[in-house]
Each structure stands twice: as C-alpha cells, then as structure tokens.
C-alpha cells in the first residue's frame, strides 16, 4: 500500500516526530547536529515571524529546514553523518511502514511511530529496532 501525502503533511507527521521522538536517538548511540548561526537565524526568523510567541527547539529546528538548512544524524562510533533535509521529508515520510505511518495520520502515535518515522527519513528504512 502507498500512501501519497502533501508537503504540509508530511512536515507535520514529521514535526510531530521530532517533538515526540528525537530522544531516542540515544539508544542508538547517535546524536544530532546542525551549525548553531543556521540554527539562531531560523530562531530569529521565527521571532521576528511571531513575536507574541516562543518558539520551542523542535519548531526552529523545522524553521531550519524550511530554510534550506541540513540537519545532522552523527553516529560518533565511525563519524557517519546522515542528512535531514526537507526535501528528505517530503520524500520519505510517506514512506515510513504503513502501520506506522497510519498511528500517525490517525493521531494514535507514540515514540515508537516517532522513531520510524524519523529513522525513514534519514535512512530510507527503519533500521533500528
């Protein structure tokens, strides 16, 4: 089964992930990284966008990505770097497992839904757990 999503839903199923997913990265020993001006830009853009409003750490990190910037999965074993562009997103969130991917879009998702998606758009698969 495929299923075909939007932009804009794919950035939220993935937004969603990093809020509730990002803090596995460390059973799997790795570690994200992105250039701190990239990221206090997309800060300041996000403040200057809403300025009523505080921006968490996971809306600058998708206000880096819309910008055009590239995330970082780093696995510090063997120094291999994996992107995470929003191009990447578009592509690849609708390729997360069917079952997974349907937790999400039917708002019954947890950090297992999180991991595979986030795992599906910087390696293609899910290759943990």
């Known amino acids: 089964m495929n299923i075909n999503l939007t932009h804009e839903e794919s950035e939220a199923h993935f937004y969603n992930a990093i809020c509730n997913?990002?803090?596995?990265?460390?059973?799997?020993?790795?570690?994200?990284?992105y250039d701190a001006?990239?990221?206090?830009?997309?800060?300041?853009?996000?403040?200057?966008?809403?300025?009523?409003?505080?921006?968490?750490?996971?809306?600058?990190l998708m206000e880096m990505?819309?910008?055009?910037?590239?995330?970082?999965?780093?696995?510090?074993n063997d120094d291999e770097r994996h992107p995470i562009t929003l191009d990447l997103v578009h592509e690849r969130v609708q390729q997360t497992p069917v079952n997974h991917l349907m937790n999400a879009i039917n708002e019954n998702d947890d950090?297992?839904?999180?991991?595979?998606?986030?795992?599906t758009v910087v390696y293609g698969d899910v290759i943990y757990g």
């Open 111 to 119: 950090a297992t839904t999180a991991d595979c998606i986030i795992q």
């Open 21 to 33: 997913g990002l803090g596995e990265l460390k059973y799997y020993d790795l570690d994200l990284d």
């Open 37 to 60: 001006k990239e990221y206090k830009a997309a800060k300041q853009q996000l403040s200057d966008k809403q300025p009523d409003t505080q921006a968490c750490w996971e809306d600058v």
């Open 65 to 76: 990505l819309r910008s055009g910037n590239t995330l970082w999965i780093v696995d510090p």
